[in-house]
Structures are given as structure tokens and as C-alpha cells.
């Protein structure tokens, strides 16, 4: 197996994880909170995909849509219930509800689906695309189309539409938002919607190759965080790549030297942009650092 | 003023000094606390081990009847769930959690409390630590590793084994037992690297296992990242036979994968009640399927068997946890799985098997069986 094919699977692996990234970042910035509910909503993207599956018998690019329009709803509940009644108070008691929603839905997963990890559906089928002397992956080359396709489409929402404006304004400024009439608490109900939807294409995305299972949610949360921090707190696209460099080092990394020294040599890499960059990479743009 | 009759009853009763024990109640069931991990990252296993006593139980409604309690992941609830069981009255056994952690908070309370705990924790520790109040039904590694590294080396005819494990507790020490009967064994290790369980993309490890040119693909995973570095080894070239560890047996660690990735697959296993072999054995997997419409693993039927060797403590007379506690470090107890008789600290399983896949479906078929640690 050559660097080259590795490198594609990291790709997919980066590109997934980024959206896990984008999703806890617009939650982040709408709510100037943690979202510790944010891991376990891609695992419910992924056994939504699983149970979508099971209902449809269709490939996993055609239940996309499905999944995304039943996770944003259950991100405008998960606001409505964790963040809204709480968004008065001081910050923390934010970061305990949804920390309390997460351990929620994981109880909820483990009592409906039982504690084995799940397969959801493929994106396009299995199977490898030769391309002269490389046999790349089929489902790894799918994971890169859908979650680049997901990020443009998010930049060009947030960049070039009056909602994707209204929703910057409201996550920069909430006061002098509202102040200019723009309905902050709205505002806020899309971007958790977003943030969900964006959780459950990676949830999607990832519970074919990688299965799904209840208790999966904290480890992406984690991952999230790391790569927010990477590329500065609050910085959508920061947080895309230190997604994607989590996703490389768990492959290439793990392939030059081993998967223990990788991560080892991931949290060093980490260490060292908050010591040279305590900022991350792009700077901070949130309000605070939880 | 006049009093309910069984008042008068019971002070009739009292007055005589003939007020029976709770023990010796025969009418009425006694507790069986079955305290397990039914949520959290254990919950597969915990909720095999659940099954499995509840099973046993349900043969013996007159006996004993179960209490059952989530013992999660943390040491302190398994703890919590104890003293909560122990203080509602008298119990001659618990059923214990399977996590090892866990175990080792439980057992000094175990000593002092003086309560036998049955369980199917793998942790070797909690049989070396001379507390004379745990009984595990399910091989440990001295067993099953050596099953294990015996069936690489004399049935496959391998003498470079790569060996990839999981980096918790559970993987290092199935490593080191693995290590230890490679080189009795005469095998060198080609390749060995651990693995956190959080880890999602196998072929790293792998591409770098192959480089080293082993003759078997060892695995020492949990049930997920077994699927994982399976699923991951059937889209590679070159990869040699992989016998995998116990949790490759469990039904829904297959479920995770096509038959034909299972293709020459195979397992160390105490047992796997879904291959069949003996009337009993399936007549008890169909009840399985029937109570909790799913299928048995082995964790569920050492449970199944260590819950029944308790019933036949209490069926013959003990009622006490002190007397259980005798009936279970003295007798031997023919279960569904294999025959059962503690080794003087507890290990009351000595047998393992080795099962392999035949890439047509998700059964897998018993390869090879070791008996007593003979063969």
C-alpha cells in the first residue's frame, strides 16, 4: 500500500473529521459555548443513517438529504432544550447541559440500538477505483466529494447569502444585532440547525467505514476541540485543517512511525502551535475559550 | 385490641426462637444481585453478561430471583451498586461486573463482606490477589492466549507472527501472554504494535505489519477495531491467515462485516454457543434468541453456567455465602460451555476453542478445541 493511498484515506478520514470541526465551531460561535453535546449528535447522524438504511435500502448519497433535514431539527431541539434557557446565565451552565444532553443521547442510543457498533450504509457501494498503478477507495474518494461539496456549499451560505450574513452578525455581535433588527434568537436556532446538519453528514460519512456506536461521541468531541484550538478558536476554516491534519497524522503519520507515536507526536504538534500560537493558526475570533 | 393473625404469627414464632433465617426461608426466592456494565463502553459484554444470569435465573424461579443493577464503567458505581445490593439483606452470591476495574474495587469489600462474586471479568489480577471470594467463569489469558499462539503455530504451521493489539489494559496483557507462548512455542514475533481503541483507520498498522513479511496476522482488539482492522486487511493484498481474539466470536462483531471478508477468518474463544455442537448448547441458544431476540455470545453462556453452578450450591443445601462460597471453590459444575472446577484461587475456566469463518455466512464453525489447557 503506497503513501499516496494512505494519504487519500487520511484525506477522507480529515475531510469527515472537518466537518465534525465546522459543525462544533458554528455552534460554538453562535452560542459562545462549548457545545459538549457535539460528538454525541455525529453519532447520532450515524445511527440515523443506520436506521434510514434500514428503512430504505438506498445508498447512503441518497439518504444524505434525509439525514441532514432530521438532524438539523433535532439540532433546533437540542438549542431550544440545552442553550436557550440557559443563555442568560453564566457560561458554565451551558457547557453542563449539553455535556448533560451528550450523556442523554449516548443512554438513548445504547437503550435503542443496544451497545454493539453499527455499519451505515456506503455513500456509492464499496470496492476501489484503479487509477493506473493506485487502487483508491471508492467510499474514501465519496467521503472527500461529499464533505468538500458540504464545506463550499457552508462557505458560500455563510459568505454570499443575507442568512449567512444575519447568522455572522448574530455569532459576532448579538447586541448590536438585535439592535438593527435582525432576530438574534432565530440566528441562533439556524446555526445550531447547521452545526447538527454538519454532524449528522459526518456521522453519515463515517459509520460505513468506521462503524458507529453509542458511546463514540466524547472521542470526536475531543477531536473537534483539538482542531478548533489548532486553528484558532472560532475559525471555521482553522478548524477545517487542523481536522484535516488530525485525520493525516492518524494515517500517514501512523504509517512512518506508529499509531502510538503519532498521537503522541499529534499533541506535541499541538503543544507547540499554543506555545509559538497560542492563538491557533488563523487567530481567535470567539469571545472566550472554554 | 386486636391484632392481624400473621403478627400473632410471627410472635408465636419469635417467642419459640423458631423464627427461621432469611437463608432458610424455602419458600421464598433468595436475592441474587447481578450487578454488570450495561451502558457505557463495556455495555456489549455487560449486556451479554445481564442475559446470561437473567437466563439461568428464569430455570430457578423458586431459588432465586435476580436484581439487577448498572454498574456502568467507573470502580465507585460498581461499589455504590454493592453496598446498595448487601444492604437491603443477606445475598449468597453477586453477580459480578465483567470489568476489571471494577472487580478490583469490589473484591476487598468481597473479603470483608465475606459474599462470593461470580463473574466473567478476562483481568488476570483479580484471580492473583489470594482473596478467596472470586469465582471467573470465563478463561483468562493464561488460557486462551495460549490457545491462541498454540493454534498460530502448530494448525497454521506459522513461525513469524506479526501481533497487533489494543494499548488498555485488556491488550497488554493478552500482548505479553501472547509474547510468552510465541516463544515457548519456538515462534518469532515478526511485527507487534499497539493500538488505541479510538483509533478508525487500520491499514496504517497494517501496511506496516506486512512489510515485515509474517506468515499470521495476530489480533488482540476489542470488538469494534477487530471489525475495523478486518474490514480494513480484506481491501489489502498479501495479508496472510488472521486469528483474531475472543471478541471476533461475538455474533455482533460479525455483524459488522460481509461473509466474504471473513473469508479464513479465525478466533480464540472460551465458547461460541452459535456453532452449535451439543442438543443442549442449541436448545439453550434458541432460548437465548427467544428471551432477548438476539444472539448469545460467550460471555452470555459462562454467566448462563457460572449463575446455574450457584443455583446448584443453594439446590444443595448452602444457603449461606459462606457456604456457597465452599460449594464453589470445592465442586465441579458441568456446564453448557465446559466442565467447571475452581484452581484453588478461583479460575474456574480452563478450557478455550478456536473458531474460523468460511466466508458464506456469519457463523463461524469450532476449529479446534483445547481441553484443560491439553488440546
Known amino acids: ?63 444524505l438529504p434525509f439525514a441532514v433535514a432530521l438532524m438539523a431539527l433535532a439540532g433546533v431541539l437540542l438549542a431550544a432544550v440545552a442553550y436557550l434557557p440557559l443563555r442568560r446565565q453564566p457560561v458554565v451552565a451551558v457547557f453542563v447541559s449539553t455535556i448533560a444532553a451528550g450523556i442523554m443521547l449516548q443512554n438513548a442510543a445504547t437503550a435503542w440500538f443496544g451497545a454493539a ?4 450504509p456506503s455513500l456509492v457501494g464499496g470496492g476501489v477505483v484503479a487509477l493506473g498503478p493506485f487502487a483508491l477507495g471508492r467510499q474514501a474518494l465519496a467521503v472527500i466529494a461529499v464533505a468538500a461539496g458540504a464545506y463550499v456549499g457552508l462557505h458560500l451560505l455563510l459568505a454570499r447569502t443575507q442568512l449567512g450574513r444575519r447568522l455572522r452578525a448574530a455569532a459576532q455581535d448579538p447586541a448590536m444585532a438585535a439592535a438593527l433588527g435582525i432576530p438574534v434568537t432565530a440566528m441562533t436556532l439556524v446555526a445550531f440547525a447547521l452545526s447538527a446538519a454538519l454532524a449528522g453528514i459526518a456521522g453519515l460519512l463515517l459509520s460505513n467505514s468506521f462503524f458507529v456506536t453509542p458511546t463514540e461521541g466524547g472521542n470526536l468531541m475531543l477531536k473537534a476541540y483539538i482542531a478548533a484550538t489548532i486553528g484558532g478558536w472560532g475559525r471555521l476554516n482553522g478548524a477545517a485543517l487542523g481536522a484535516l491534519l488530525i485525520g493525516l497524522f492518524e494515517t500517514v503519520a501512523a504509517t512512518l512511525v506508529s499509531q502510538v507515536a503519532a498521537e503522541a507526536l499529534l499533541y ?23 | 385490641m386486636r391484632f392481624p393473625r400473621f403478627v400473632s404469627l410471627f410472635a408465636l414464632c419469635a417467642a419459640a426462637g423458631a423464627l427461621p433465617s432469611p437463608f432458610a426461608m424455602a419458600a421464598d426466592p433468595v436475592r441474587l444481585p447481578v450487578l454488570v456494565p450495561v451502558t457505557g463502553f463495556l455495555a456489549l459484554e455487560g449486556t451479554s453478561q445481564r442475559n446470561g444470569a437473567l437466563l439461568a435465573l428464569k430455570t430457578a424461579p423458586d431459588l432465586a430471583r435476580p436484581e439487577v443493577q448498572d454498574t456502568a464503567t467507573a470502580p465507585e458505581t460498581a461499589v455504590n451498586a454493592f453496598e446498595k445490593a448487601l444492604s437491603a439483606g443477606p445475598v449468597p452470591a453477586v453477580v459480578a461486573p465483567m470489568l476489571g476495574t471494577q472487580m478490583l474495587a ?20 483479580i484471580t492473583e490477589q489470594g482473596n478467596p471470594y472470586v469465582f471467573r467463569f470465563f478463561p483468562g489469558d493464561a488460557v486462551v492466549k495460549q490457545a491462541h499462539a498454540r493454534f498460530v503455530v502448530e494448525e497454521l504451521k ?14 497488554q496483557s493478552g500482548r505479553q501472554a501472547l509474547a510468552e507462548a510465541f516463544k515457548r512455542l519456538g515462534a518469532t514475533v515478526a511485527f507487534e504494535e499497539g493500538v488505541a481503541p479510538t483509533v478508525k483507520d487500520y491499514r496504517p498498522v497494517l501496511a506496516k505489519a506486512l ?28 495479508v496472510p491467515r488472521i486469528v483474531a481474539g475472543s471478541a471476533m466470536h461475538q455474533p455482533a462483531t460479525a455483524a459488522l462485516l460481509e461473509p466474504a471478508e471473513l473469508k479464513g477468518v479465525c478466533a480464540e474463544s472460551g465458547s461460541s454457543p452459535i456453532s452449535g455442537g451439543a442438543p ?23 454467566q448462563y453456567d457460572g449463575t446455574m453452578m450457584v443455583l446448584a450450591a443453594l439446590r444443595s443445601g448452602a444457603r449461606s455465602p459462606e457456604q456457597v462460597r465452599d460449594y464453589l471453590a470445592r465442586s465441579t459444575h458441568r456446564g453448557l460451555a465446559m466442565t467447571y472446577r475452581s484452581d484453588g484461587k478461583g479460575n474456574m475456566a480452563h478450557d478455550a476453542l478456536i473458531i474460523c469463518f468460511d466466508g458464506k455466512d456469519r457463523t463461524p464453525r469450532v476449529a479446534k478445541r483445547y481441553v484443560q489447557g491439553t488440546s
Not at chain 1, 493511498?5 to 487520511?10: E, I, P, R, T
Not at chain 1, 457498533?117 to 451505515?120: I, N, S, V
Not at chain 2, 442449541?282 to 459462562?302: I, N, V
Open chain 1, 1 to 63: 500500500m503506497t503513501l499516496l493511498q494512505l494519504g487519500v484515506d487520511g484525506v477522507a478520514l480529515g475531510a469527515a473529521y472537518a466537518l465534525v470541526a465546522a459543525g462544533f465551531v458554528l455552534a460554538l460561535n453562535a452560542s459562545r459555548a462549548v457545545n459538549f453535546a457535539h460528538g454525541d449528535m455525529v453519532m447520532a447522524g450515524g445511527f440515523l443513517a443506520v436506521v434510514l438504511a434500514g428503512l430504505m435500502k438506498l445508498p447512503g448519497i441518497v439518504l
Open chain 1, 117 to 120: 457498533p453499527r455499519a451505515g
Open chain 1, 268 to 290: 506535541a504538534a499541538l503543544l507547540l502551535i499554543l506555545l509559538l500560537r497560542p492563538q491557533g493558526l488563523f487567530g481567535e475570533i470567539a469571545g472566550s475559550r472554554a
Open chain 2, 106 to 125: 469490589l473484591l476487598p469489600l468481597a473479603a470483608e463482606r465475606r459474599v462470593p462474586l461470580v463473574t466473567v471479568s478476562g483481568t488476570a489480577q
Open chain 2, 158 to 171: 506459522a513461525t513469524r507472527p506479526a501481533v497487533i493489539y489494543q494499548t488498555t489494559a485488556y491488550g
Open chain 2, 211 to 238: 512489510e515485515a513479511r509474517p506468515d499470521a496476522l495476530v489480533l488482540h482488539l476489542h470488538a469494534g477495531p477487530t471489525a475495523l482492522a478486518i474490514r480494513a486487511a480484506a481491501g489489502m493484498a498479501g
Open chain 2, 280 to 302: 443442549a448448547l442449541e436448545a439453550w441458544t434458541e432460548a437465548y434468541r427467544a428471551a432477548f431476540k438476539d444472539d448469545p455470545d460467550a460471555f452470555a453462556l459462562a
